[in-house]
């Protein structure tokens, strides 16, 4: 029934990043607050993604049907591509602005810069195993299709699950609300359309989106038992907490 369902793909139901990180945070450059190994291990702790043909699976084709449909609200498949940003770190965290109330940059908010880089340094490998274990096919590979992101050439053949960048965007998310909880409503809501923005340009499955969800909150509770990420954390609130005084004042 699942075959003959995603052969129909959209029509029917709606009837019935990388592997590898590319110019991203250097490793070189920026010391982890916690090495791999003392991080929780995410191939022991989740399970198999949903194979092809099994009944959990078609709920990957009903949410692959909904995101192509939101392709078709301009302003919401604009935000998607936008989400697809990566190798800019800067233009990632403007994605956030709205929601956090400040922009991020390395130049205005270094304290918060450098709480962001070195958490993603520290948990984005976290995936990497599982990743390459499972070596699942990506929605657009699968049915041979464009993306509206243009991701193809980067993606094709890299393994969808967990997704890089559902990971990341929680950890932003839950970074943000860290530093500005007044706000978190607001950042938890742009963090999880971020993350849905996966499946819209077809990168991604959903339960790849939300493996990655669960993975960042067990790589932030992680992040919670360092002193030099607590310390890194005070000093990134201190700042937050100035810059938005001197918002206010003018």
């Not at 450059?29 to 078609?58: C, G, H, W």
């Not at 706000?183 to 963090?191: K, M, T, V, Y």
Request: glycine share 4%; with cysteine; charged share 25%.
């Amino acid at each position: 029934m699942i075959r003959i369902i995603e052969k129909g793909k959209c029509f029917i139901m709606m009837v019935v990043v990388m592997m590898t990180v590319t110019n991203t945070y250097s490793q070189e450059k920026t010391v982890p607050y916690l090495e791999l190994n003392q991080l929780p291990n995410l191939f022991v702790i989740m399970p198999a993604p949903p194979a092809f043909d099994s009944p959990e699976f078609s709920n990957d084709i009903v949410r692959y049907c909904w995101g192509k449909r939101q392709r078709q609200n301009e302003k919401r498949l604009v935000q998607a591509i936008a989400d697809s940003e990566w190798d800019d770190h800067a233009k990632a965290y403007l994605q956030w602005k709205d929601a956090f109330g400040l922009e991020i940059n390395e130049t205005n908010t270094p304290e918060i810069w450098k709480l962001m880089e070195t958490s993603l340094a520290t948990t984005d490998p976290m995936r990497k195993e599982t990743k390459a274990f499972y070596k699942r096919q990506r929605p657009f590979d699968r049915y041979d299709e464009s993306m509206p992101s243009h991701e193809e050439n980067k993606l094709r053949g890299d393994g969808s699950y967990p997704s890089g960048h559902s990971l990341r965007g929680w950890t932003i998310s839950l970074l943000l609300a860290q530093i500005a909880p007044e706000r978190a409503s607001l950042i938890f809501s742009r963090g999880w359309d971020y993350c849905n923005s996966r499946v819209i340009v077809g990168a991604h499955w959903q339960s790849d989106v939300d493996a990655s969800r669960t993975a960042a909150s067990v790589g932030f509770c992680a992040l919670q038992g360092s002193k030099e990420f607590i310390t890194q954390m005070k000093k990134a609130q201190k700042e937050y907490k100035k810059a938005v005084s001197k918002f206010q004042e003018k």
